[in-house]
């Protein structure tokens, strides 16, 4: 039911549900499988869903010679029985949920299980560890292998462990926050996308990223998403870029500019936020040609040496200083940057006049990959850091396509045995001599996408981030949980979501809708205000802003703040996807009589989406009435 008050505002008291995307069979290739093992089998429901999930069941024993009698429904409600429910984890569905409260969502994403949005299992997971507040390293883990800790108590207490790379949107900068959950989302269609710069990513098409206009799907990045008969995506323009792991800070204009010229922070504070040298920060501010005049800086500053006066120093022999200066050569100099030298430089130099030898040699072929021609790069087997006396050996020298040399940079012990060197080589390296990485602040680098193919169905996983940070770095591109966000939505026509308490009661439907009503005009004010004084200069530099904003800049601006006045109870509207497993799941936790009331009827109008769909696989659950009019959902069938 909607009701509403004035023109901007209206009130909801009941979810909806929309089913848009459903589990789909390859009839032929099933049809190929079975007569390829000389088996003939039938199912007797039209429900995709359903028939997967008996497939997968009955590939288990291959039991597709003795049918149960009865049928899909018998067979199933046999698994129900049974508790074999790692079956229906291949049934998917897609869920749009909208008519909910802000509260409810936030709910649902902190305890979701089995919900996905979703990316497959050979997506790369960054994590970053820390030491003193700085970055000694960044390590690249397969999302299934992180599924797969959470199977044992052992994986489960090292994935608490974990600290995940993701993005501080407060500060615009990368940060690391902790995993909650790691789901398994069941089988689906995925798209791959491709960037600029080789960066690739497999997701479905419900998928969030962050663009400069906010987090989207990936269906709206591309302006629409669908696969064609012949299995080709379909899509609009490429024109929205989306943001990546990021660089250094100080190699980032706006970043320099806002903290040199519009906060004046001297350059040592900036290299001491920036984890650089000050001469580093120096170097960019010559190259962004952000210099201040001369002598500005000095203006109204008394030199801290003014009137001090000096005695030459202790004159050195040229044999002492031939001394002093061996002490401190290579590692034993306090600047040593772990080989990043000229003299490593000059390796590189070298390395690249062996290049087309070793593509020759390779017939011109990526040896992981197995991708001919193209850019290729020469990939060193044992690293320079590890064996500098192999840097300029041919046989110690592989070419690998760009994808391939980022996925392998950072991780060469792992793939040095693939690459054909003895895994006594690779055992004897000391691993503490690797530089441990340089701490630096690093701020998103926004990159457009050249490509979106469309995959097939694959395994599907999802991470659940811990708040206050929703997000994680994934294959070097920033992703997201699939909720609407307040951040940038205009809510100056919005609607809010009330709880049957309230709202069957008249006194406390009055006070509710006047404290509601009062959080909406002053959002509104708060907006147009916000928006009009951000085109003063002086203002947008006091809200980080660049000196003259334009308008989206001051609206999202606006927005963002003015969002802060909102109530929990203003509607938003969430995507899903879960598989039939997690789906049961959701059903009976939250479809309890001891669920949170708005949550239990979001879990009947999910039940009744889904019983509609697949009575098959659901409809074993009851809606049983309760004294205060609602409805909670049971089972003879708990916990498949």
Sequence with gaps: MELAVDNSLRVITNPSVY??????????????????????????????????????????????????????????????????????????????????????????????????????????????????????????????RLYEMTLTPHGRSRLKLLRLRCLDEATNTFTTGRVARVAKSGVKPVFRVELEGAKAITCSADHRFLTRDGWLPLREIVN????????????????????????????????????????????????????????????????????????????????????????????????????????????????????????????????????????????????????????????????IWARPDLALEPTNLVPLCEPCHGKVSGRELEYAERFGAPLAAVRAIDRSKRNSGTGRLLVPRFKKIVAVTFAGEQETYDIEMEAPHHNFVANGIVTHNSQLSQRYVDESVAEYVEPDIIANDPELHAIWLDAVSHAHAAYIKLADKLNEKLADAATATAAMLPPNPDRTTRRKAARQAARSVLPNACETKIFVTGNARALRHFLEMRGSAHAEPEIRKLSCAVLDALQKDSPNLFGDYKKVPLPDGTFEIVTEFKKV
């Design 19 to 144: 089913i848009v995307g459903r589990q789909t069979v390859d009839g032929a290739e099933l049809d190929r499988f079975l007569t390829d093992h000389g088996v003939s089998w039938e199912s007797d429901s039209e429900v995709a869903a359903e028939v997967l999930t008996e497939t997968a069941g009955r590939v288990c024993y291959m039991s597709f010679a003795k049918p149960r009698p009865g049928g899909n429904s018998a067979y199933l409600t046999h698994i129900k029985e049974v508790g074999h429910g790692s079956v229906l984890e291949h049934a998917v569905w897609s869920l749009l949920i909208t008519g909910v409260s802000r509260s409810l969502t936030h709910e649902l994403v902190r305890h979701r299980a089995g919900f996905g949005y979703c990316l497959t299992g050979d997506t790369l997971i960054y994590s970053d560890h820390k030491c003193n507040r700085r970055r000694e390293g960044v390590k690249k883990r397969e999302l299934r």
């Design 224 to 383: 629409g998403l669908a696969v064609s008969p012949g299995g080709f995506a379909v899509h609009g323009e490429l024109n929205r870029p989306i943001a990546t792991n990021g660089e250094g800070a100080y190699k980032n204009r706006d970043w320099l500019h806002a903290h040199y010229v519009e906060q004046r922070l001297e350059q040592v504070q900036i290299a001491r936020l920036a984890g650089v040298s000050k001469h580093t920060i120096r170097a960019w501010v010559r190259k962004h040609n952000l210099q201040k005049p001369m002598g500005s800086w000095t203006v109204g500053r008394e030199p801290w040496n003014r009137g001090k006066r000096y005695r030459a120093g202790w004159k050195h022999t040229p044999e002492t200083r031939r001394q002093l200066s061996a002490q401190k050569r290579g590692p034993r100099n306090p600047q040593w940057k772990g080989g990043v030298t000229p003299h490593a430089v000059a390796i590189r130099a070298d390395v690249a006049a062996l290049a087309p030898a070793v593509r020759e040699r390779y017939d011109f072929t990526c040896q992981l990959c197995g991708t001919r021609g193209g850019a290729l790069d020469t990939h060193h087997v044992l690293p």
